[in-house]
């Protein structure tokens, strides 16, 4: 965990230094990603804004975010806190925009976040950190297209949700935080990411090996047959499903992972 924490530290330094900027900021949610990404910022000595931005929260939740921004502070002198209680801004969204959707309206909690996470940046010259992993946002696309997916860099999209666990432990992140159930704090009934997307993260991350070492075919086009009957390996009943649920993310969620299509005219001369 050393060389990957060294990595990473490395690496934010090198992008602060290219796109002069002065910082970072975050936002903090009392889960294992938001407290091993800002904590790896702090590791850089540059400047770091912590935020905790609730919305109708569970008080475990802030409870949580505030324990890891106390602990920041008393080990990092370059790191500084704030909170945006965005409570209110959503409930006025909400009535201006009368949604009989519950999927949108959670999805603008995290584009309201993104909001102020701007807003902090512009004003300090600061980037804004990313922090999704690798199987929730390259896998199964599991992020608010221009939410929490709205950043300009991803410290630990390149680790698995179970290598985030073990930075986090080498790291010394809070044990309430390690122990708490990963889960995005978009819904009142603060149901947690495995209950939403169907499978736990470690049958997530099986799939997700899976799919790339199973997917490609000679011209590199991804694509898995469900349960066909020359697949390598025999797999269970419960795997084929995990693998139809990751399959089925995974693509329909591609459009998140890449820029908007772009319409070519063919000009007269």
Partial sequence: MKNIQTQIVEWLRKELEERKQKGFVIGVSGGIDSAVTSTLCALTGAPVLVLNM??????????????HIRWLKDRFANVKSATADLTETFNSFAHTFPLDNKLALANSRSRLRMVALYAFANANGFLVAGTGNKVEDYGVGFFTKYGDGGVDLSPIADLTKSEVY???????????IQLAAPTDGLWEDNRTDEEQLGFSYEELEWAL???????SDSQGNQHVQIGCDNCPDNLTERQLK???LYTGFHVGNKHKLELPPVCIIKKND
């Avoid at 090996?209 to 997917?215: F, V």
């Fill in 166 to 176: 073990e930075l986090a432990k080498f790291l010394g992140v809070v044990e309430s």
């Fill in 209 to 215: 090996d899976y799919y790339d070492a199973n997917s």
């Fill in 54 to 67: 609730p919305i109708h929260q569970a008080p475990d939740q802030v409870d949580r975010s505030y324990e």
């Fill in 242 to 244: 995990v693998l139809e």
